[in-house]
């Protein structure tokens, strides 16, 4: 049962928690931090399900209705959540805690929900079947290693999207992971896998978890941290990328402070 009474700090403290090296420890911290994560989460501030779910939003085209949405990572089921009020109905859940995939299976948004932790095993997607691929919060250091990327390419039909939002979190290892990630991403535009159809940048992706709060009153801005939307479409033809760099420099520079 949630803690109806969990404090910020307490909050900042699983944030601060959850980045562990060993995956089994990963696992087990997140099997029990299940029934407070979306409190925690609403306490932080967090705002990138949201962020990822709107930005996809703006540029899908097809019928929501008829999409079949990977949501990896997925957690307790915050993003089906909000994609189930744009009308999306068809999802396959994976993440790598059973305590996790057993309160998204409580949401009835999933029609299969698998347990897989990522980097440690194969994405269990079949190639070429999604029209959405979304992942929130686990492209960091820590967390899902910057080759996961690629599964979620092959999952992904020809045509359809690849969504990816993550914090730009503070420190050395967070810094590399980006640029790690960044580099990966352009290899695969380059090698004609996808081409970038927008990305967003937000200036509240969610409140600081490594802030005190003493350090916060008075620093409106700064108890932030920024976060990034990636969206990606997959290409019908390989060899070809289906949008041109002037398009992508557009879209890099597209930035909001909401």
């Not at 962020?51 to 089921?77: M, Y």
């Not at 976060?227 to 019908?236: E, H």
Request: with cysteine; hydrophobic share 40%.
């Amino acid at each position: 049962m949630s803690d109806s009474c969990r404090t910020v700090a307490e909050a900042k403290a699983a944030f601060q928690s959850c980045k562990r090296p060993d995956p089994k420890d990963r696992v087990q911290f997140y099997d029990s931090w299940a029934e407070n994560y979306e409190k925690d989460h609403t306490l932080m501030s967090y705002r990138a399900p949201e962020l990822a779910v709107n930005h996809l939003s703006d540029n899908f085209s097809g019928s929501p209705e008829g999409a079949l949405v990977l949501d990896v990572a997925c957690g307790t089921g915050l993003v089906a959540k909000l994609m189930a009020e744009l009308g999306f109905r068809h999802f396959v859940g994976v993440d790598g805690s059973k305590g996790m995939l057993e309160l998204a299976a409580n949401t009835g948004f999933y029609q299969d929900l698998r347990l897989a932790l990522l980097g440690t095993q194969p994405l269990p997607a079949q190639a070429d079947m999604f029209d959405v691929v979304i992942i929130v919060g686990a492209l960091d250091a820590g967390f899902a290693p910057v080759s996961v990327v690629r599964e979620l390419c092959r999952a992904a039909k020809p045509g359809g999207f690849v969504c990816m939002a993550r914090g730009e979190h503070r420190g050395a290892p967070a810094t590399e992971y980006k640029k790690d990630l960044e580099r990966e991403l352009q290899l695969m535009e380059e090698e004609g896998l996808w081409s970038p159809a927008a990305v967003k940048q937000s200036e509240r992706y969610m409140e600081d978890p490594h802030l005190n709060a003493e350090r916060v009153e008075g620093m409106e801005e700064e108890r932030y941290i920024s976060g990034t939307v990636y969206l990606y479409q997959k290409s019908f033809n390989p060899s070809k990328p289906i949008i041109n760099h002037t398009h992508v420099s557009a879209a890099k520079a597209t930035f909001s402070r909401e």
